[in-house]
C-alpha cells in the first residue's frame, strides 16, 4: 500500500537529517532500556490508522486513503544530586532540601529536552522543500496534534515521551495480484534413491 511506502519514506527522510541528535528505529529494535535512551533519543514511525474515504474514491480503484501515523519519541535525562549530603547523617535540612531539589532537575531537563526535539521534528516534517516526504507525489501531509506524557523515573534515569500525529493522503491501487493458498503450494522434495542397480538387492 502507498501508506506504508510513506511511513518508509518518512522513516528515511528523518534519518537523513537526524545529523546525530536522535536515532529512527523500528518499532522491533526500540529497546526501553533506560541507558540506552539516555544514550541517544529513540524516534519511532508507526502507522496508527486509515480512513477511506467513499464519496473522494473511484469505483475499482485509486481509492481515497487518508493515513495517520505516529511519530514516537522517547529521551532521557540523568538524575544529578549530591550523595555525599544525602547520604551524611550530619547533614542540615538545608543541606538536604538543596541537594534534593537538585535532583528533581533531572524532570525539567528532560521535558525541555523533548521540546527541543518536538521542534526539530515539526521542522523536518513541515519544510516546504518535504512536502513530499520523499515521495513521488504530494500527499498533503499536516500535524493535527502533538501529545507528551509525564517523565517516569527509572533509578537514577528521568524518561520522557511524546507523539507526533501525522496525516496524509495517498491513492490506494488495486494490483489484481492473485496468491497461492498456502495449503495448495507443492512441496519440491529430492530423494536420493541411490544405485538403481543395486535396488531390491540385499545389502
Known sequence: MKAFELKESLEKLLEQHAQERYVVISTQRRKSDAKNILAMPQVTVVYSKGNF??????????????????????????????????????????????ALAVATNATLDVDAKLD????????????????????????????????????????????GAASITLAAHCEEEVTG?????????SIDTIVDLGDESKQGANP
Not at 119 to 133: A, C, F, N, S, T
Not at 177 to 185: K, M, T
Request: proline share 7%.
Open 53 to 98: 474515504d467513499r464519496s473522494k474514491s473511484s469505483v475499482s480503484s485509486p481509492y481515497h486513503h487518508d493515513a495517520s501515523f505516529n511519530i514516537h519519541i522517547r529521551m532521557a535525562a540523568k538524575i544529578t544530586a549530591n550523595l555525599a549530603v544525602l547520604q551524611n547523617p550530619a547533614a542540615s535540612a538545608e543541606q538536604l532540601s538543596s
Open 116 to 159: 527541543g526535539l518536538l521542534d526539530v521534528l515539526y521542522d523536518i516534517i513541515m519544510r516546504p522543500e518535504h512536502r513530499k516526504l520523499g515521495c513521488d507525489y504530494i500527499p498533503n501531509r499536516w500535524v493535527p496534534e502533538i501529545n507528551k506524557w509525564e517523565p517516569v523515573q527509572e533509578g537514577s534515569i528521568v524518561i
Open 177 to 185: 495480484e492473485v496468491g497461492i493458498p498456502a495449503g495448495s503450494r
